[in-house]
């Protein structure tokens, strides 16, 4: 079972990224897929989630109205689209999954992508 996380780069403040996290090894549809990251210095953060069951998502504050999460399970892919990046969105961006509905708890996941940098310059 593996994560791949992808789609991290350097972009200027303002700008948009798109992550991926494409799934393998098994079916994560029903699975919540969160996406975490982890600055320079600083603790792991909760940044987004969505649930398996009804697909709602949740945001920490920091992101809310700039990144939106979703999902193909189909595909066994989920994304995280982020605008209007800031250099404080830089980071380490980690997808996880967890067998929870939905938990922020990165200890509730179980399944872990290898992470992908972002770098917002100002």
């Known amino acids: 079972v593996q994560l791949q996380a992808s789609g991290g780069g350097l972009v200027q403040a303002g700008g948009s990224l798109r992550l991926s996290c494409a799934a393998s090894?098994?079916?994560?549809?029903?699975?919540?897929m969160g996406w975490f990251r982890q600055a320079p210095g600083k603790e792991r953060e909760f940044v987004v989630g969505i649930s398996w069951f009804d697909v709602n998502t949740y945001y920490a504050d920091p992101v809310k109205g700039r990144f939106t999460i979703s999902r193909d399970n189909a595909k066994n892919l989920a994304y995280l689209q982020m605008n209007s990046l800031k250099p404080e969105d830089t980071a380490v961006y980690y997808c996880a999954t967890s067998p929870r509905r939905f938990t922020r708890n990165g200890n509730e996941y179980d399944y872990w992508g290898q992470g992908t940098l972002v770098t917002v310059s100002s």
């Open positions: 090894g098994r079916s994560f549809s029903r699975n919540s």
